[in-house]
């Protein structure tokens, strides 16, 4: 999204596009997650739930936190990358109805995706600027080395001329 979002900066896509198609890449993801912690919670909780310390009851009170905090845990949660994951597969696990979680998530992911395409954007917009900063910079350089090289000549030039003179006078 980021990366887009640079790009459309700089004229080379589509910013409505980029925002637009960020946003479906990111409730497609989301749905993946719940999904599957929808249909492998049962399998894994019975299996391998009393290895990490999750009891059926555990599983029971994730369900009502869920239920009654959805919109707070999926906003939190997807603000803060490495809890995404987990909190969306446990909405799945959760079982949170399929239509509370896709208001939810689009509800989450709209300003998600609209800071992270404002980021790429800016800096896009920052790095034109940089680089034009940096053209009239190479500018400057180009002129620095010419000065110095006219310099150095104009240095070895009369320094010939002096040594011309003294050798004369000797």
Do not use: C
Not at 19 to 35: A, K
Not at 53 to 73: V, Y
Not at 155 to 163: A, R, S, T, V
Request: aromatic share 14%; net charge positive; hydrophobic share 55%.
């Amino acid at each position: 999204t980021i990366g887009a979002s640079f790009l459309a900066s700089l004229g080379l896509l589509n910013l409505l596009v980029v925002f637009w198609l960020s946003v479906l890449g990111d409730l497609i993801g989301d749905f993946l997650l719940f999904y599957a912690g929808k249909f492998l919670h049962v399998a894994v909780v019975e299996k391998y739930g009393k290895h990490i310390g999750i009891k059926k009851s555990t599983m029971k009170k994730l369900e009502r936190h869920m239920d009654n905090h959805l919109g707070k845990t999926l906003f939190f949660a997807k603000l803060t990358p490495p809890l995404a994951t987990p909190a969306l597969m446990l909405a799945g696990a959760g079982r949170v109805p399929v239509r509370k979680f896709a208001l939810f998530s689009f509800l989450t992911t709209l300003p998600r995706t609209l800071i992270l395409v404002f980021i790429g954007y800016y800096f896009g917009k920052a790095f034109d600027i940089i680089s034009e900063i940096f053209r009239i910079g190479e500018y400057a350089i180009i002129f620095g080395i010419a000065f110095f090289i006219i310099a150095i000549v104009i240095y070895i030039i009369i320094l010939k001329f002096i040594q011309k003179k003294t050798n004369k006078l000797s």
